[in-house]
T-cell receptor, first 117, second 111 residues
């Protein structure tokens, strides 16, 4: 079974440019989460989709970040315009909707390393 | 105060040693607890869930103390392949809510 996949694995962009990150969750996983790790800090939650609906976007830093999950399958996270402090590793994770214990286990993608210069 | 606190390490131990990591969490309403492992430049991977009664998986033993809001991970007979960052992770509900991560504890097992 394919795991969570993210694209691209690395991105280097200039300040002010736009970048779109993509996440394909494990098939059948209704929960999709975006997290970010800034250098030297812990992994922090950005937002949570249940199917195509935003369940919780309390972790989004500001309105330069826009996430979508049209159709409840893959998700995109767009940063526009990018700033230097947006640099970090963006992880996507998915899990089954709680109905059993499996709902608690989140599987992570390999991450997108974003560098804004 | 951080929601999940861990000693960042690094812990440098010889092969075969026993090493213990500790973690504290601030929200007493937390419901689910995990240890994730993260290798350099890789994604976090679930190592084990932590249950109130304590649980063991091979060389790994996890303990939870709800009264003290404290979680531990014990690794016996360390292997070189155990070298990684160990992330203490808490979920505030038992449902589908997001995970809260500690900064991680780095372990290096030396030959």
């Amino acid at each position: 079974e394919a795991g969570v996949t993210q694209f691209p694995s690395h991105s280097v962009i200039e300040k002010g440019q736009t970048v779109t990150l993509r996440c394909d969750p494990i098939s059948g996983h209704d929960n999709l989460y975006w997290y970010r790790r800034v250098m030297g800090k812990e992994i922090k939650f950005l937002l949570h989709f249940v199917k195509e609906s935003k369940q919780d976007e309390s972790g989004m830093p500001n309105n330069r970040f826009l996430a979508e999950r049209t159709g409840g399958t893959y998700s995109t996270l767009k940063v526009q315009p990018a700033e230097l402090e947006d640099s970090g590793v963006y992880f996507c994770a998915s899990s089954q909707l709680l109905g059993g214990r499996q709902g608690l286990v989140a599987f992570f993608g390999q991450g997108t390393r974003l560098t804004v210069v | 105060r951080k929601e999940v606190e861990q000693d960042p390490g690094p812990f440098n131990v010889p092969e075969g040693a026993t090493v213990a990591f500790n973690c504290t969490y601030s929200n007493s309403a937390s419901q689910s607890f995990f240890w994730y492992r993260q290798d350099c430049r890789k994604e976090p991977k679930l190592l084990m869930s932590v249950y109130s009664s304590g649980n063991e998986d091979g060389r790994f033993t996890a303990q939870l103390n709800r009264a003290s809001q404290y979680i531990s991970l014990l690794i016996r007979d360390s292997k070189l392949s155990d070298s990684a960052t160990y992330l203490c992770v808490v979920n505030m509900n038992s449902g589908n809510t997001p995970l809260v991560f500690g900064k991680g504890t780095r372990l290096s097992v030396i030959a």
